[in-house]
């Protein structure tokens, strides 16, 4: 089957649902052009400032997507097939993803831009909020293990190709050193200079890809470097991802992540081109199968595994945090929010399904399915842009740059929301709690990271792949927890019926496949005194459980009808 008619038919149906299904989403909550946002009433130009949707949309896509809807569809698709993953992919973007997003977003405009902890202390109970916040850092915690793990992999050993050529990580950490420069250079010029941003997409973009090709002339090598093995390498690594994290997270936002976040959406867009030029030119079909079972090797069943393996690509709870976080204090009209916040839940699924045409490609047994999705992914566009004659060498360079570049935005937007949350729960909101509560967020996952796990023939398995469920099943239930906060805010805010469907639904099937999951991982794993997993994973199943019951208590409190407000309705609830 062409991959090609494969994708359009996807693209086809997420546009449709753009179109129709977001028009009921902005007509239900009622966004009004005329109505003042946060970003415009308490504009600072440090967190507050209001921007134009394009620039916007480029901004809160590359914080979104990261590489969770690369490694994501990847490993699933491996797992189960690639049907099943594909279905959940457009299906789960539009009706629980995109309805994620949008409603975070617009509930947080409609509160000042605040968290959605804030809504959920506004509309539930103090005690809500509390546990809400302390699931929120918990899940941050393994969304910064997971993503410095993995890109710490890709900047060591070497990758031979079948022409004989390497792609060392060296390489490609020196692309990747130049490329967090770049932003900081145009920050300043924007800042300080009259350099309009137009000139300056003209000027930096090109520079990004000269990055790409030079990094693999000059690598940084730190196993040869330091004399370490790829191992110790790799862990080096992410230490000083963990360092990046901190300065990154705390530094303004006109220096680093406005500007970065503006060329990492170019990036995206640019990978997204690249799996359109390969799939329209190349001529490549799907080899690997569509269904493989309900149950793997290994014991892992579809229900709930696969809704936990793709988070992002089809929903996520991290999403809510940036719309909350950083979007909603940068949205300059109410409007923007259907862009901003539904359309780029739909272009993201496009992003996991470039990357799960990178396995459907490959025949099953393909040495290649034994690598990192990392490499997968990139070795799938090397293979798009090699139809026009690009070096497998840049093209793979390209893929493994693309990936670590998702992973920048996500890494240090996590440590910054991390930081938010504490000064949040200790009150302490100068510069010292700033440093002190971003130096616990980022030095808590080195507890994880440096952490080493063997199977039972006693390989060592990376970090990331150990803690990947436990990641996939927390940011999950917060996308539940999310969606339950928002369904009580409607419920309370508008009185009518429609949130029931809307979001109640997606709330209760999010509640289901996360608990689910942890739950397997509670009663699977190796045993409390040598695995910290099963402590967290029991310790997220009971904050989720708690804030059920809260919901359900402040929803039918009185007589089983939702409570009446507790403040007007806000503008344009519907």
Known sequence: MSLLAIVLCCAVVLLLAYRLYGNLLARLLRLD?????????MRDDVDYAPIEPK?????????????????GPILAGVMFGWLPALLWIVLGSIFIGGVHDITALTASIRHKARSIAEVVREHMTRRSYLLFLAFVWIALIYIVVAFTDITGASFVGRQTLENGQTVTGGGIATSSLIYLALPVIMGLLLRYTKLSLGLATVLFLPLVGVAI????????DLAAALNLSDAAAHKTWDVLLLVYCFVASVVPVWLLLQPR????????YAALAAGAVGLLLGGKT???PAFLGWQTDK????????????????????????ASGTTSKQLKRET????????TMLLEAMVALIALCCVMMLARGDELLGRGPNFIYASGIGSFLSVVGINPVLGISFGLMAFTTFVY????????????????LTGWQDTKGKYFATAVTAATPLYFVLQSATDAKGKVIPAWQTYWPLFGASNQLLAALTLLGVTVWLLRTTQAKWPWLVTGLPTLWMYAMSVWALWGILTTSRGFARDPVPWVAAILISLAVLMLIEAVHMLFRAGGRPAPPVVAAPQGAG
């Open 33 to 41: 052009p005329n109505a003042e946002t946060p970003a415009v009433q």
């Open 55 to 71: 620039f916007l949309l480029g901004q809160h896509f590359s914080a979104i997507a990261a590489a969770g809807p690369i490694v």
């Open 213 to 220: 090709w030079v990094g693999q002339f000059i690598p940084l």
């Open 261 to 268: 976040g503006h060329l990492g959406g170019y990036f995206l």
């Open 286 to 288: 799907a080899q690997y």
């Open 299 to 322: 014991g892992q069943t579809l229900f709930p595994i696969l809704f936990i393996t793709i988070a992002c690509g089809a929903c996520s709870g991290f999403h809510a945090l940036i």
């Open 336 to 343: 923007d929010a259907k862009v901003v916040g539904y359309g």
């Open 409 to 424: 935005d996500t890494l240090d937007i996590c440590t910054r929301l991390g930081r938010y949350i504490i000064q949040e």
